[in-house]
Each structure stands twice: as C-alpha cells, then as structure tokens.
C-alpha cells in the first residue's frame, strides 16, 4: 500500500507516548474515513485495530492516569450515532473505535480535518473535539474580511528594520 513510503520517511503512522502518567494514543485516521475503506487499506486497519485494542486496553494496568486520543479526522461531529461523511468516520470504525476509548476511561479525543472549532461529548462523557489550524479558520459563507490598508513605505516614514536577531529594547 502507498503508506510504506510515508512510515519509511516519517515513522510508524499510529502510536503512542507517555507525558507525566498520560497516556496518548495517536490513530491513523484515514483507516477509518469512509472513502479509504478498501482492500488495500484493510490489512492496514486490521493491524492498527489489534494495536488500538490492546494499547486501549491496557491503559489502566499500565499506570495511566488519563488517556488522550489524537486523530487527523474526527470519528464524528455532533453524535456518534450521526450519518458517514467527509468529516467523520465509517459507522462501524466509530462505534468500535469509539467504545476502546470509552472502556479505557479516554475523556478527551483531540482532532483537526474540520477546520473549525468543534466540540462533543458522547453520553459515557468523552469528549471530542476538532480544532482548526493555528490562527487559521475555513469560514464557507461569510464574505472575506476587506484586505489592512497598504502601509506607508515612503523612506522618510519608516524606520529600518532591526538587525537580525536583535533584542527589542526595555
């Protein structure tokens, strides 16, 4: 499958770290959206569902005093029960996914994809949340906001730059 010349270059697509006795757990997103459920991507899933399984699973043994998941797609948007579509994943993934989650005491599921700040809670109390990117915000109906004014570049109204590197002073 064409993941093997992204792990080779970047490393392992789904894992997980410890940060102060949490636990997070990053998943492969993309094996669970509804336009990469193939053939190709099934072996792919299935290795990644036995990781997310056992990781999940073992969470509370292993020490963790909370577990954090990560994820590129959100499972679901509003409700977990809600239709398949562009932002979210597959019934079933989600339902399952969804549930280790839960099992493990999971409470927060940070993901991106959206665009724009989204947040949820399943009723066991997890709750999923979609971010946009840093100072960034897709906004599809309203008009653009109007553009600053030009600035005054005459060299008499300027003052050059500082050096690169220098200190702002006191």
């Not at 392992?12 to 991507?41: I, M, R």
């Not at 099992?103 to 997890?126: D, E, K, Y």
Request: charged letters at 15%.
């Amino acid at each position: 499958p064409t993941i093997s010349p992204r792990t080779e270059s970047w490393g392992d697509d789904y894992f997980s770290f410890w940060v102060s006795g949490v636990l997070y757990v990053a998943l492969n997103s993309q094996y669970y959206h509804p336009d990469c459920k193939n053939e190709q991507t099934a072996p792919l899933r299935a290795a990644q569902d036995a990781w997310a399984a056992e990781t999940l699973g073992t969470a509370a043994a292993r020490g963790a005093k909370h577990v954090v998941l990560l994820s590129h797609v959100a499972p679901c948007m509003g409700a977990v029960a809600e239709a398949e579509g562009y932002f979210n994943w597959s019934i079933e993934a989600r339902e399952r996914i969804v549930g280790l989650a839960e099992r493990a005491g999971c409470r927060l599921w940070l993901c991106g994809h959206f665009h724009q700040h989204q947040a949820m809670h399943t009723a066991a109390g997890l709750q999923i949340v979609s971010t946009a990117a840093v100072r960034g915000l897709t906004n599809w109906t309203l008009p653009a906001p109007a553009p600053p004014p030009p600035r005054d570049t005459h060299p008499s109204h300027t003052t050059p730059p500082p050096p690169p590197h220098a200190r702002p002073p006191p």
